[in-house]
């Protein structure tokens, strides 16, 4: 059975900083296309980060220059540094993982981990 777990949410003020990891089971990490989305309350989930399996990293405008995307194959798991934290930073952020290549929608996904940032 494939399982992802996120971590490292909290509550920080904005400008601080956080790690998020997401863990795997039954996979490896190495193999897929990890990445990061959030949903904020009332909005549309989006993509923010992503990983794939040569090591390049991908990330959207809202968030390019202030977030980071890794992997720590040793621990089959992948983390997003969130440095420079803004309120609208705010959201529910979801790991998923897709075989090979980065998709829209991907195959796996864990729980979600909360990020609150305030002002």
């Known amino acids: 059975e494939v399982q992802l777990q996120a971590s490292g949410g909290g509550l920080v003020q904005a400008g601080e900083s956080l790690r998020l990891s997401c863990a795997a089971s039954?996979?490896?990490?190495?193999?897929?296309?990890v990445g990061w989305f959030r949903q904020a309350p009332g909005k549309e989930r989006e993509a923010v980060s992503f990983i794939g399996t040569d090591g390049r990293s991908y990330h959207w405008d809202s968030v390019k220059g202030r977030f980071r995307v890794f992997r720590e194959s040793a621990k089959n798991t992948v983390y997003l540094q969130v440095n420079s934290l803004k309120p609208e930073d705010t959201a529910v952020y979801y790991c998923?993982?897709?075989?090979?290549?980065?998709?829209?929608?991907?195959?796996?996904w864990g729980q979600g981990t909360q990020v609150t940032v305030s002002s």
């Open positions: 998923a993982a897709e075989k090979q290549l980065w998709t829209s929608n991907p195959n796996y």
């Open positions: 039954g996979l490896s990490f190495d193999d897929y296309a």
